[in-house]
Structure formats: structure tokens, C-alpha cells
């Protein structure tokens, strides 16, 4: 105790110094050979937002790479937010729950983002610090670009708090001033440095743009451990809208602790088509549910999962978008049809192409987090079909995408199928297995027949060299079927990837 | 498609060649320095229980060390089992169930193990394998030891099957002339080389004997990547047995796909006490809660946990055990004292005493599999305590015990209390978690001053050189509070290890 007293008393460091990450991005941030083809070279992005990015050396190690990114909408638009179910939610994500709450997801401008800390677990200084660094980037924001809206949603908002119409707890904060989300991501239990990212916010807002490279460097800007920065962006068509070309964007980062419920660590999607705001949500869930909620790479739910949707319409005749922000849904012409949400009940046209556009650009995203496991190897598909229903079959194929024995054994490209069958048995839940019904297959990313290991319950003889073949290609999709009766229809689809020396590197060596 | 249909003409190798595992215990036998001490040098073994052990070469790559052990009793037993919840069960598992409904947990001889192989998800072969294996075993152990009861035994399970007081499915194995049970544990999905055992079976029964050398050869002999045998035994009294000392031992392995569920991979513990079947069932149960199903490894429930436990009661007074196993419970003498059994609604101060016997007992054997994880540096307790309830109180600890980042964390001595915080936030289920409740410590194996990392939801300024070096030490407990009530009592302990690179190696690198 002596020692350990005497110790204490000369080296009392506090956890802000603590918890460094080196792992966060390559130390000479190039990008692995292996992963170059993930990183677009060029891109198509939605009319009317801007982004940048900014070095505030959030770690103190990190002298040389933007940290701060931002994403805006030259005018306010709609916004849709999914967060994590983990108890301890980041300051940053229960502040922007408060914002979009209170301004009931419209007129939002945008979310200002740091890597290198995750501001989670930090009491009531961390949420002060979220508060600070959102506040101060919508007040730049809205100089930059001025919006009649700016004007009267403070007001609107302050408003519809004095009337009960929004309700704030008493010991709650008011955000009513501000209209900017705000994320965090990286070492958890550790305060921000705020005073060196305020410092740096009025550069972050200067360096908006709308080119290739802004969204590129605004992309890489949010990485920590990962490998390589994730960013798509497409175009599409709706029905009710001829003649006019849509686009969306979008950039997500993760590699570890990724195992979402109901989002994951950071994503950020944009699009200039105009979407009421209850159907952004319900879009937002929808293509949540099959992309960021079906990837695993260590089973570890994050406290800081966020991902947001921002639609601003500017790509439609330029008053529809101010009318989706302002109008109450009900007070919607009802004959009007360039309003997406207009119709949600009605399952119009465009809501089920911009469900399928978005459900597919999402999954497409979600799928570069796994690409970028940390210390991955391989990039496997579980797909699981024929079960009792949907939710038996996602708990299934998570059980084996989740397995560390199954996970090692991919790394070692062991056909070792018995670890398969095994996380299948331990499914928790009522998942309905018969293992005298159950069947397991390699299906090979060539192309090539698949291998199949066990038919309704009895091992195959498996052709060995054949396996290893199948194992040495970096994608596998490992086939589950519950049942040989028609009727049995669940099915879900889970994306993992193996588990490796380097990520016990990655995880254990922390700060060495 | 041509290269690989060349391939499986040239090399089509069945599965049970397929799976050999090759770090089924260290290659030259020796067992690892720092592991030596947890190896008894002698012991206290209960009266006639006989233990063996013999080499099958059940794999073909195992040609130097017993990969068969036998533990029987003298005189048939009252006997418990308790198995693996997953739907996968292996062909002993099922087994040796049956063998305990058809004969009613009475009269058992004994058990038969063999490691190498599961003789898991092997189909009807692999069950008929499983009968093979057991029925010879106990055939010769009939010769060996002929009882009284042996003549009555199987007459008597074969009336109640016939009178229908003991149901069997149509398509169900008959198991009436078998009263030895059989467990199995190995690579899954690879049928046993049951010629090759039952040529061994008579060299088995041979061994047999009750020196501390046979009790560790045998414990030995179930090994599989276990570094070390596993085997405890101690003395006990029972207050209504003046005058009588009874013993209690029992094997153990495991160190792989370790998280059990009612029970974990194979326990055997054997005892002279004469306790009633029921009671045995209700002992095994309560103690298996605390113990075996406590721990974990990789959070991987294997298809082949299995425990059982043997009572013959012969070190009281002759009669006694025999009465048990023969006499119904309703039947006994209301007055009689000397059956544990008998009282166990009133909870009668032997059956208390044995309760806390086998539960300490059971415990400590269940945390030498924790120590001897796959590739563990680390044996880690994790306590939760003011949970709402018990239930929720284990939860959290499972969550924080099977987290890959916090395991990885304790691995590189990195005192990263923010992933235990995450994972007490993700853990599954109603466990009514309050962030502003949550405290988090460090209790030093030393016996030294906690380390305080988070009270109510405040981060503690660490003295990271403390931490530093209580997490130098092997042994370290994480204390998590989840209340600032008194009127919360829920509590629950979990031992794990930490997750290192020869976990990885020893599943990764699995046939290398």
C-alpha cells in the first residue's frame, strides 16, 4: 500500500490521458492495398449539402489528421435519427435525441462529428461538452447560410415547449436554439478536449464544399480504427418526379465493437429528394433494420450507435422542400404527389422506390463496416432461411456470426462445420430447431456449387481440398436451412467476418 | 468447376478424418509450470468408487496418452445428471439420458468417457455408437462386480417400460440392460472409431482402482486442450453421522466452447454419502447454478455438457445406500434419519450441509476450467451486486464476462473500464440498468484497497500506475454496483479469463 500510495501521489493522471487509442486510422494513413477498391474515386452528391473536416488533435496523438468533420444542408431540412439501445448512451447521442425531439426532426442543418473520443460515460460535463460544440456549429451555420426558417424555428420551438406540446423534463436541457446534431466516436469514459475543438469549429465551417474530395476527406475525418474511410453515393429516379435525377450520399465509420441494435456506431446519410419527415423515420427503421442491424464483428453493442438521414428536397422545384419542413402532415394538399410521405399509409409509388433505394444504399454502406472488421480477414455472409419466422432466423444466423469458435475456425479457413451446428443448438430463444431438419452449405463466392455439409440433420461426406479452395477466397456465405417443409418461410441475413491475431493486437495491445 | 471436381475425385476425405484436432492437450504430456499448482499430489477418495483409464487412439494423431476413463461404483448408485440446453445434443448426451429416465436415476454403475471425439451431430450411427460403448462397458463391470441388485435391476426397468409407468417413443432405444452412463468430448460432427474403443473397453475395466495415481490418470484421460487434469477431493460430516467422515471428488475438463448452460462440458463427482435420488437431483441442480453454469470461456455452449453426480452411500452403515436405491420416497420411515433424502421438503440440516459441501465443492472444480481457458493469462471474477434481482444481476455479468473487448482489454493489462461500462449497457433483457446508479471497481487480488473506476455514473480519477499493476497480477474481480438502494439485494458471480492471441492460434490454427 505504501508503494502504491507513493505511486498515486506521483503520477495521479486523469482518464482523459488514460485511454489513448493508436489503433485509431493507419499511423502513416495510407490505405491497405487490399481494401483500396472500397474507396470510391469519384462520386455523384445531392444538391444543397456541404461538407467538410478539420483537425482539432482530439488525440493528442494525433498530430496530422482531420478529426472533426461536418455535415450540412445549405437550407434546414428534414431528419431522421436511429441510436443505440446500449443503457449508457454518449452525451452526443442523447443530446441529439433532445434536438431532434424538440424540434420534432425539421428544420434540422446538419450534425457536427469528432473522432478520437467518444464523450460517453462522462456525466454531466459530457453532455455540457456535446451541448458546446453542437451549439457553437449551428450559430456558424446559420451565418453562413441564412434560411427564412432560421428566423422563426427557435421561436416555433421555445413555442411548442411553453404550450406542452413538446414536453421537457425539469432537470432536462433546452436545445431549442440549437438545430445541429452531434456525434462522437472513439475511447469511452473520456472527456472531449472542447476548448481545442471549439477552436477549431469556425475552420471545420469554412472548409465546406461539395466536391469528391470534400466528402472523401469528410469521410476519413470520422475513422478511428478503421482502415479505410466509407463513403457511396448514387443516383436515382421516383416515379412522380420525370426529368429529375435524385442523389443520395452517404459515409459510415466502425471496425470494432460493432454489433448494432437498431443502429451502429456512426453513419451519416443525405439526399436532396423531398421526404416528409414521418416517413424519413419510418424509412430510416426500415432500411436500419436489414443493413446496420444485420453486421456483427465482435458482438459488442456500442454506446455512441447513430445514424442519421437528412433530406433536404433540393432536387425537386424549389418550394417543395420548405413546404415538407413547415406544413403539418394533415395540412398537406391532399391531390398534391411530389411529397413522399404524403402517402405514407397508402404505400405510394415513391415511398416504395425511395424504401428500396435507400434499403439497398444502406446495406451496400453497412457492408463496408465489415470489410474493415478490425483484424478481418474474410467477409462472410450468414444466411439463414426456411425458419419458424423472420426473428428466429436472424437469432440464429447472429448466433453463428457472433461465435468466436465459429470465427477462428474461419480464420484458420478450417471447414470446421460442427462449430457452426453447435452456435446454431445455443441460439437463445424460442428459435424452433430440429436438428433431423437441418441443413448447412459453403456457397462459394466463384460462383461455383455449393458445398454442402449436413442434410437435414446428417454429415456429408465433404471433399476437403474443395473446402480449403472455397476457404481461401476472402467472401463466404455459409447457407442455413431450418426445414424441408414448404410452409416455414423466417429468413434474415447476417454479415460477419473472422476473428484474428490482429484483433487481439488491436484490442489487447491498446495503447502500446 | 474443373479444378475443383479434379480435386474431389483425387481426394475425398470423409468428415471423420476431416476434423482431427491436434491440440487436444500439450503434445508431450507435461503440464505447464505455472498450472502445476493446481494439480493434487494426493487426495481423500470416497469408498468404493473405482476409477481407470486406457488408450484407444479415438484420434489417430493421439498415439501415447489414455483417452478412456471409467469411473464406477463398487455397488449400483443413485445417481444425477445434468446436460447441455443445446438443441445440437451429442449421441452420449441423449444417451445417457435415456439410461437415467428408463432405470429411474438408480441403480447406475457408473460412467464410461472417451476424448478425441464428440460423437456429436453424428446421426443414428452415432447414437448406436454411443449404446455400443456404454453397454459393454457395463456388461463387464457386471462381471466384475456382480450385485444383488444387478439380477433385480434391469427385470425391474423392463416391468415399468412394459406397465407404461416409465414411457418410451415407439422410435426410442431401449435402454433397460444398460445402467452405465457415457459421455463423450472431442471435435464435433466426426463419428467415434468404436471398434477401436471397444477392443479397449476390457483393458478399461482392468485399471480400475482407487489410488489418488488412478483418480488423476483417469481425470487426465478426458482431457482435450486442457493443459492440466482437473480433480478435487475433501472430506465432510453430516450431522446425523456421528462418527462418520464421507468423501466427495471429482474430475472436470474443458478450456474451449465454454459457457455453460445447466451444466458444462463433462463433470463427474462421486461421493459416499447416502443420499436419495431425488435429493441428488435437487443438490446437483442447485449446486451446477453456482458453479458450472457460472463460468466462461468464448461464450461458445457446447452440444456435449454433461455432469453427473454419484452417491452409493457406503460409508455409512452397509444397508443404508442399498435402501435408497431401491426403496420409493414415499415408502421410507417417516422417523428415520439417516437418508439425506428423505427430509428434503423440511430441509433438514444434512441436506443443508450437503448443499453447502457440493455447491463449495462444485464451485471450486468449475473454476479450474476458467483457469485453464484456451489460452488464458488472466482468472478474472466478475460480481455484480444490488441488481434488482438475481436474474438481472447475472445478465450483466455474462455480458461483461463474454464482452471480446473486455477481454481483450484484461489480456493487454489495460484497465479500459469503458468497455465494461458498454457491455453492462448492452446486456440483454429487462436488467434494469440506471446509469446515474452504476459504480465500477477493481478489487485487487492482493487483497489490497479497491480501485474505484466510476461511482454513480461519475468517472474516478485513476491512478493508472495502480491499476497498472493490480492488473499485472493473475487474478483480478470487477465489482459493479447497479444500485445506490439498500433494498436492492440482487446478486450473481461470474468467472471468466481474458481473450488472447493463443486463443486465436489454438482455433484458428486448428489442423496445422
Not at 2 to 29: E, F, K
Not at 296 to 313: E, K, M, P, Q
Not at 354 to 376: C, H, P, Q, W, Y
Amino acid at each position: 500500500m505504501a508503494t502504491s500510495r507513493s505511486v498515486t501521489a506521483r503520477r495521479l493522471i486523469s482518464l482523459s490521458v488514460q485511454h489513448t487509442r493508436c489503433y485509431s486510422a493507419p499511423t502513416d494513413g495510407a490505405i491497405p492495398p487490399n481494401k483500396a477498391k472500397y474507396v470510391p474515386t469519384e462520386g455523384t452528391y445531392p444538391k444543397g449539402f456541404v461538407v467538410g473536416s478539420a483537425h482539432a488533435q482530439v488525440k493528442p496523438s494525433n498530430t496530422r489528421f482531420d478529426d472533426l468533420a461536418l455535415i450540412a444542408s445549405e437550407k434546414p431540412c428534414s431528419a431522421a435519427l436511429v441510436t443505440t439501445q446500449n443503457h449508457f448512451q454518449a452525451a452526443p447521442v442523447s443530446i441529439s435525441k433532445k434536438i431532434m425531439f424538440q424540434h420534432q426532426s425539421k428544420s434540422i442543418r446538419g450534425v457536427v462529428i469528432n473522432s478520437g473520443c467518444a464523450n460517453a460515460v462522462t456525466g454531466k460535463g459530457g453532455r455540457e461538452d456535446a451541448i458546446r460544440m453542437a451549439k457553437l456549429t449551428h450559430d456558424l451555420l446559420n451565418k453562413r447560410n441564412p434560411s427564412e426558417h432560421d428566423k422563426t424555428a427557435e421561436a416555433e420551438a421555445k413555442e411548442k415547449i411553453r404550450e406542452g406540446a413538446v414536453k421537457i423534463a425539469e432537470d432536462d436541457q433546452d436545445v431549442s436554439s440549437i438545430r445541429t446534431l452531434v456525434m462522437s466516436t472513439g475511447v469511452i469514459g473520456q472527456r472531449l478536449p472542447i476548448d481545442r475543438i471549439e477552436a477549431k469549429i469556425p475552420t471545420l465551417v469554412e472548409s465546406l464544399g461539395n466536391t469528391h474530395d470534400h466528402w472523401l476527406r469528410s469521410a476519413r475525418a470520422i475513422c478511428t480504427t478503421d482502415t479505410f474511410p466509407k463513403l457511396l453515393s448514387r443516383q436515382f429516379t421516383l416515379p412522380s418526379y420525370p426529368g429529375i435525377t435524385f442523389s443520395i450520399a452517404g459515409m459510415t465509420k466502425g471496425a470494432g465493437m460493432i454489433h448494432p441494435n437498431m443502429a451502429t456506431l456512426l453513419g451519416v446519410i443525405c439526399t436532396d429528394a423531398p421526404i416528409q419527415k414521418t416517413a424519413l423515420r419510418v424509412l430510416l427503421s426500415t432500411a436500419t433494420n436489414s443493413s446496420f442491424n444485420r453486421i456483427t464483428v465482435d458482438g459488442d453493442t456500442s454506446t455512441n450507435d447513430s445514424v442519421a438521414l437528412f433530406a433536404n428536397g433540393m432536387a425537386a422545384p424549389e418550394s417543395e422542400p420548405v413546404r415538407l419542413n413547415h406544413l403539418n402532415p394533415k395540412e398537406l394538399p391532399t391531390k398534391g404527389n411530389s411529397l413522399i410521405g404524403q402517402r405514407l399509409e397508402r404505400q405510394s409509388e415513391d415511398y416504395k422506390e425511395m424504401n428500396k433505394v435507400l434499403t439497398s444504399f444502406m446495406e451496400d454502406l453497412a457492408k463496408l463496416i465489415v470489410r474493415d472488421g478490425e483484424g478481418a480477414t474474410k467477409f462472410v455472409t450468414v444466411k439463414v432461411t426456411k425458419a419458424d419466422n423472420d426473428t428466429a432466423a436472424h437469432t440464429v444466423a447472429n448466433s453463428i456470426a457472433t461465435s468466436a469458435l465459429v470465427k477462428t475456425a474461419l480464420y484458420g479457413k478450417d471447414a470446421n462445420w460442427g462449430r457452426i451446428l453447435c452456435a446454431i443448438g445455443y441460439a437463445p430463444g424460442n428459435t424452433c430447431v430440429r436438428p433431423q431438419q437441418t441443413s448447412v452449405s459453403f456457397i462459394p463466392a466463384d460462383g461455383s456449387e455449393e458445398l454442402k455439409l449436413l442434410v437435414n440433420g446428417e454429415p456429408q461426406a465433404v471433399d476437403e481440398a474443395r473446402a480449403a479452395a472455397i476457404l481461401e477466397m476472402e467472401d463466404l456465405e455459409i447457407l442455413v436451412t431450418l426445414s424441408n417443409k414448404e410452409k416455414d418461410v423466417g429468413a434474415a441475413t447476417v454479415y460477419t467476418c473472422d476473428f484474428s491475431h490482429e484483433y487481439v493486437t488491436i484490442n489487447g495491445d491498446y495503447r502500446t
